[in-house]
Nanobody, 125 residues
């Protein structure tokens, strides 16, 4: 069974940096959109950033210019480099792998929608 394992969370002071990693146990990154989401206490889970298999990225406005999402398909890993962290970035961060089922480059790939277990990021003021 494929799993996503996140790492890199922790406690950091405002203005600091952290890098989150999300590794898959199997080769599921082909043609998938990778994403990072976060959920703060009492709030709904929100999208932070996504990256397509072609490397196109998208960010929520609140993290633009501070966070960078990247992926290494050979290592089945997606990263979130977070800088200039603010207390309002405090949340549990989740990675997600999403791919509609279908034919990609002539090969059929099943649908995927996997979530990691989450990693806590706490930014102190």
């Amino acid at each position: 069974q494929v799993q996503l394992v996140e790492s890199g969370g922790g406690l950091v002071q405002a203005g600091g940096s952290l890098r989150l990693s999300c590794a898959a146990s199997g080769s599921i990154f082909s043609f998938s959109v990778m994403g990072w989401y976060r959920q703060a206490p009492g709030k709904q889970r929100e999208l932070v950033a996504t990256i397509t298999s072609g490397g196109n990225t998208n960010y929520v406005d609140s993290v633009k210019g501070r966070f960078t999402i990247s992926r290494d398909n050979a290592k089945n890993t997606v990263y979130l480099q977070m800088g200039s962290l603010k207390p309002e970035d405090t949340a549990v961060y989740y990675c997600n792998v999403n791919r509609p089922g279908g034919f990609y480059s002539g090969t059929y790939y099943p649908a995927i929608n996997l979530w990691g277990q989450g990693t806590q990021v706490t930014v102190s003021s």
